[in-house]
């Protein structure tokens, strides 16, 4: 494993790597687009969620997918669970945002390196 994959405690490396086809220069690109994605995209979806609309569930189905093929385990369970309450007509707790915003940060976090490196 590379060494900038090293400190990706976020990330189950294995299964990016394998929706990578195993190509680290690739799964490195695409941890980087997410990142770019994270800070563009989803950054602010855990302040939205009180006010879930068309929008917020979509995002948050996208995030769901997006994570699940980088290996962002604990993003992608938090938004799972969001996206089943939200298809349940359930509203999302104070509880539930707070762990997808804590994943997304602590991933955000993690990936800056690998963003500045695949530049």
């Known amino acids: ?9 976020e990330f189950d490396i294995t299964t990016g790597l394998e929706y990578a086809d195993n190509d680290e ?3 490195i690109e ?8 994270l ?10 969620l009180s006010q ?11 995030l769901k997918g997006s994570a699940g093929s980088v290996g962002a385990s604990r993003i992608e369970a938090a ?8 298809k349940r007509g359930d509203s999302v707790s104070a ?7 804590d994943a997304i940060q602590a991933s ?3 990936l800056r390196s690998v963003a500045q490196s695949a530049l």
């Open 95 to 101: 509880e539930q945002a707070r762990a997808l915003d």
């Open 1 to 9: 494993m590379p060494p900038l994959l090293d400190h990706l405690t």
């Open 39 to 48: 800070i563009n995209e989803f950054q602010t979806l855990p302040e939205r």
């Open 79 to 86: 938004a799972s669970d969001i996206d089943m309450a939200l």
């Open 52 to 62: 879930p609309g068309e929008v917020v569930t979509r995002q948050v189905h996208t």
């Open 30 to 37: 695409v941890l980087a687009m997410f990142y770019d994605q």
């Open 25 to 27: 220069e690739l799964y």
């Open 108 to 110: 955000m976090a993690q």
